[in-house]
């Protein structure tokens, strides 16, 4: 299983960008992905998630503001990213599941068993 993050990019703040995490390898219906950040200096935190049955959750730093979406055609998840701010400033990673797994939040980072590698994404004025 490999993932491919890309669409990070420099951008002003509440601006916007879209991320997006590929996913191939596997045939599965049933995989979870998920978005995490790491800042400089700053432990990984998780973002927001789409689960494998297709509902999506967020932390409350990015609730209103980030969606998720998903194109199981493409095995690729989205995560568009609006009004951004200097605090979201991270290499951002996708990580992925594939199980039908559907706790009723988004997993812990150890829950996931494939990362790709990140992309980041810097907002600055």
């Known amino acids: 299983v490999q993932l491919q993050a890309s669409g990070g990019g420099q951008v002003q703040p509440g601006g916007s960008l879209r991320l997006a995490c590929t996913a191939s390898?596997?045939?599965?219906?049933?995989?979870?992905i998920g978005w995490f950040r790491q800042a400089p200096g700053k432990q990984r935190e998780g973002v927001s998630c789409?689960?494998?049955?297709?509902?999506?959750y967020y932390s409350d730093s990015v609730k209103g503001r980030f969606t998720m979406s998903r194109d199981n055609a493409k095995n690729a998840v989205y995560l568009q990213m609006n009004g951004l701010k200097f605090e979201d400033t991270a290499v951002y990673y996708c990580?992925?599941?594939?199980?039908?797994?559907?706790?009723?939040?988004?997993?812990?980072?150890?829950?996931?068993?494939?990362w790709g590698q990140g992309t980041l994404v810097t907002v600055s004025s």
């Open positions: 789409s689960n494998s049955d297709g509902l999506n």
């Open positions: 390898g596997f045939t599965s219906d049933y995989y979870g």
């Open positions: 990580a992925a599941y594939l199980s039908d797994y559907v706790p009723p939040r988004c997993p812990e980072s150890y829950e996931y068993s494939y």
